[in-house]
T-cell receptor, first 114, second 115 residues
Framework: GESVGLHLPTLSVQEGDNSIINCAYS??????FIWYKQESGKGPQFIID?????DKRQGQRVTVLLNKTVKHLSLQIAATQPGDSAVYFC?????????????FGTGTSLTVIP | DTEVTQTPKHLVMGMTNKKSLKCEQH?????MYWYKQKAKKPPELMFV???????INESVPSRFSPECPNSSLLNLHLHALQPEDSALYLC??????????????FGPGTRLLVL
């Protein structure tokens, strides 16, 4: 299953399928990006990050892809599990001279159907 | 250890009360942040401290007053809040930008209800 961020803030996938969550970021000068998972009633949990000198980074069952040309970030989750159900946010950092600000995308709610 | 702790977990206060939220990290991070999060919305940046000095104030009303007593602690003092200030308040920390900002880690948040 695949989300398109602002236009599709919810995503439902079958357990075992792959999930793709998308994020459009705003500032072409942003050079660091983080994906967070937030479960109900909890703080955002770091999943994976990527700097602008890379276009792909892999973790355990997760891959982040960065397309700077179109200012687009995606999170791929392989073999999605019920425990992956949460809201996923991308966050961008505006660059080393801008005072450490991180700004968040609108989020995508992922529901995994057993 | 990537833990950021926040107290209290829950807080109910009246509009005339004064209360404080506390945040602590022991990762040696020198940038600390306060965010406000409403239900089904992303976290909104409020304040950033870098090397214990306030570096960013995102036009937050003066009824919210941050304080960074040392490199491990961050407080948010609350006074004369409005019901619309009810939200989840999140603290985070990272290494500050220099050559490159470090990964930002969040605490569990304080759920605030203003009556």
């Amino acid at each position: 299953g695949e989300s398109v961020g602002l236009h599709l803030p919810t995503l439902s996938v079958q357990e075992g399928d792959n999930s793709i969550i998308n994020c459009a970021y705003s500032n072409s000068a942003s050079d660091y990006f983080i994906w967070y998972k937030q479960e109900s009633g909890k703080g955002p949990q770091f999943i994976i990050d990527i700097r602008s000198n890379m276009d792909k980074r892999q973790g355990q069952r997760v891959t982040v892809l960065l397309n700077k040309t179109v200012k687009h970030l995606s999170l791929q989750i392989a073999a999605t599990q019920p425990g992956d159900s949460a809201v996923y946010f991308c966050a961008e950092n505006m660059g080393k001279n801008t005072g450490n600000q991180f700004y968040f995308g609108t989020g995508t709610s992922l529901t995994v159907i057993p | 250890d990537t833990e950021v702790t926040q107290t209290p977990k829950h807080l109910v206060m009246g509009m005339t009360n004064k209360k404080s939220l506390k945040c602590e990290q022991h990762m040696g991070h020198r940038a600390m942040y306060w965010y406000k999060q409403k239900a089904k919305k992303p976290p909104e940046l409020m304040f950033v401290y870098s090397y214990e000095k306030l570096s960013i104030n995102e036009s937050v009303p003066s009824r919210f007053s941050p304080e960074c007593p040392n490199s491990s602690l961050l407080n948010l003092h609350l006074h004369a809040l409005q019901p619309e200030d009810s939200a989840l308040y999140l603290c985070a920390s990272s290494q500050p930008s220099g050559r490159a900002v470090g990964t930002q880690y969040f605490g569990p948040g304080t759920r605030l209800l203003v009556l």
